[in-house]
Structures are given as structure tokens and as C-alpha cells.
């Protein structure tokens, strides 16, 4: 089965700081893996997914997250923050090494940015 | 484009009741997905097709959940009768093709309150 662990349910961080955001996985099968961001009242949308290949990835909004299979981590990372990216993010691994099946998210963090 | 549509986008009703929510996914997406969103729990699969026929509804929490896909174009999650332990927000997600390299794309969701 998998699993996926969100380590901070809550960050903080100053608006032009770095941005770590941090995702352990559990995985039977080689992982898919994704990074959601959910904004207020709204559905969540994919900021990045590793499937296979390079395990440097690069997401929209100047997010990119590193695959790393001896961790079995996949922490999401932002050089500078900016206020907009105030949200929540999810981290998610599919249930199965392919096909189109659902995803186990982890409990999501919510990311603060001071000014 | 029109991405994942649902219906309606809050719900308030009282235990006993049934409740129907309703998901039209992005044209020519052929997987369709169920989740649902609580604080203690956070987001769970539910239950997902892929073509119109239901692969995985593990997830659904009792036999008063129950999901329907009777065509390409529109899925329906029904409560039988609704408890206020149901309360929750339910996202419905589609996907294009056999691999999940295709990300899920998300509705805005359904906010379900049940008094």
C-alpha cells in the first residue's frame, strides 16, 4: 500500500525566503509522484509530477522538487517566496506503478508567507 | 477550455436526506475520480472509472455511498441516506489515457454540509 507523509502541517516563511516543503513516500511499485497546490475554496491543481527519468523537476510558478529513491523523498522547493504562494500543498503518490488510478495524498501543508 | 465542472457547489441538508453530486469531466478525458476532502481524514480516494466502468470503490466509506458513470461525459455521487459524519467537501477529478503520466485535473468541488 501507499503512503505519504507531509512532515509540518503548517510553514512559514518570509516573502523572498526559500521555500522547503517536505514529502516522504511509501511505494510498493516504482512511485508516480505529484505536488498539488489548493488555494481557498477552490480544487486542486498539479504544480509538478515525477513519473520517470530526469529526478530534478521543474513545475510552474518557480516550484521544483527532487526525486530522491535512497530518501524516498520528494520535497517541493521555491528559491524565493512571493506572497502569492500562499496555499496548501499536497503531495500524492499513485496507487499503482501506471494506469490511470487514483492518488494517496498526504494531509497537505499549508504554507504561510510573512511580509 | 472548460476544465472538470461539478455541481452543485454547496450542499446544505438535513441527516436522512438524499444527496446527488454531480461531475461532468473535461471532454475527451476517458478516467473519472471521486474524492473526498474532511480535516481529521484529509483527501480520499473514493471511488474512480476509467471508460464509464468502475475499476476501484474500495474506498467508499458505506453502502450508503454510491457512484455512477452512465456516460463519458457525466458521473453522479449519491448519499442514501446522508449522516452529518458526511460532511465534507467532495472533489471530482477526470484524466486523459492509460498512464498516469496524465495528471488529474480537479473540480472546484462540492461543499456538503449535512445538519
Known amino acids: 500500500a501507499q503512503s505519504v507523509t507531509q512532515l509540518g502541517s503548517h510553514v512559514s516563511v518570509s516573502e523572498g525566503a526559500l521555500v522547503l516543503l517536505r514529502c516522504n513516500y511509501s511505494s510498493s511499485v516504482p512511485p508516480y509522484l505529484f505536488w498539488y497546490v489548493q488555494y481557498p475554496n477552490q480544487g486542486l491543481q498539479l504544480l509538478l509530477k515525477?513519473?520517470?527519468?530526469?529526478?530534478l523537476v521543474k513545475g510552474i510558478n518557480g516550484f521544483e522538487a527532487e526525486f530522491k529513491k535512497s530518501e524516498t523523498s520528494f520535497h517541493l522547493t521555491k528559491p524565493s517566496a512571493h506572497m502569492s504562494d500562499a496555499a496548501e500543498y499536497f503531495c500524492?503518490?499513485?496507487?499503482?506503478?501506471?494506469?490511470?488510478?487514483?492518488?494517496?495524498f498526504g494531509k497537505g501543508t499549508h504554507l504561510i508567507i510573512q511580509p | 477550455d472548460a476544465g472538470v465542472i461539478q455541481s452543485p457547489r454547496h450542499e446544505v441538508t438535513e441527516m436522512g436526506q438524499e444527496v446527488t453530486l454531480r461531475c461532468k469531466p473535461i471532454?475527451?478525458?476517458?478516467?473519472l475520480f471521486w474524492y473526498r476532502q474532511t480535516m481529521m481524514r484529509g483527501l480520499e480516494l473514493l471511488i474512480y472509472?476509467?471508460?464509464?466502468?468502475?475499476?476501484?470503490d474500495s474506498g467508499m466509506p458505506e453502502d450508503r455511498f454510491s457512484a455512477k458513470m452512465p456516460n463519458a461525459s457525466f458521473s453522479t455521487l449519491k448519499i442514501q441516506p446522508s449522516e452529518p459524519r458526511d460532511s465534507a467537501v467532495y472533489f471530482c477529478?477526470?484524466?486523459?489515457?492509460?498512464?498516469?503520466?496524465?495528471?488529474?485535473?480537479f473540480g472546484d468541488g462540492t461543499r456538503l454540509s449535512i445538519l
Open positions: 515525477y513519473t520517470t527519468g530526469a529526478t
Open positions: 500524492a503518490v499513485s496507487n499503482s506503478g501506471g494506469g490511470a488510478d487514483g492518488l494517496t
Open positions: 477529478a477526470s484524466s486523459f489515457g492509460q498512464s498516469t503520466n496524465q495528471p488529474q485535473h
Open positions: 472509472f476509467n471508460n464509464n466502468v468502475p475499476i476501484d
Open positions: 471532454s475527451g478525458h476517458n478516467s
